[in-house]
């Protein structure tokens, strides 16, 4: 495997929160959504571990991690289930995540 091939599988199973936000359409624009991750209003659980809040739109997230975050008078609760390559269209956005009860 080359460098480069190696490099990019490496970055296929993580994304930016700002642009996974942006790619699942919980926001229009991606500085909408680090505006709101640079505010700490989003906490991750990943593989167990405790939550901790996320507060910079670099943040890393991966399939399995678990989103919690109010908007638009909602409380949103979602396990990322991939990171997408794309902003694409609503259905497609749709498959980067699962919602969860409470």
């Known amino acids: ?13 993580h994304c930016r929160a700002d ?3 942006w790619r699942a359409r919980f926001f229009k624009t991606r500085s909408m959504a680090a505006r709101f991750v640079d505010e700490g209003r989003i906490r991750l659980t990943r593989a167990g571990a405790p939550d901790s809040r996320i507060d910079k ?3 890393n997230l991966k399939a399995g991690d678990v ?3 109010a ?3 909602r409380l949103v609760n979602v396990r990322i289930l991939d990171c997408g390559e794309r902003r694409g269209p609503a259905p ?3 498959g980067l995540y699962e919602a969860l009860e409470g």
């Open 1 to 13: 495997m080359s460098d480069e091939a190696r490099h990019d599988a490496a970055h296929e199973d």
């Open 19 to 21: 642009v996974w936000l």
């Open 57 to 59: 739109p670099s943040r």
């Open 67 to 69: 989103l919690v975050f």
């Open 71 to 73: 908007i638009g008078g």
């Open 92 to 94: 497609e956005a749709r």
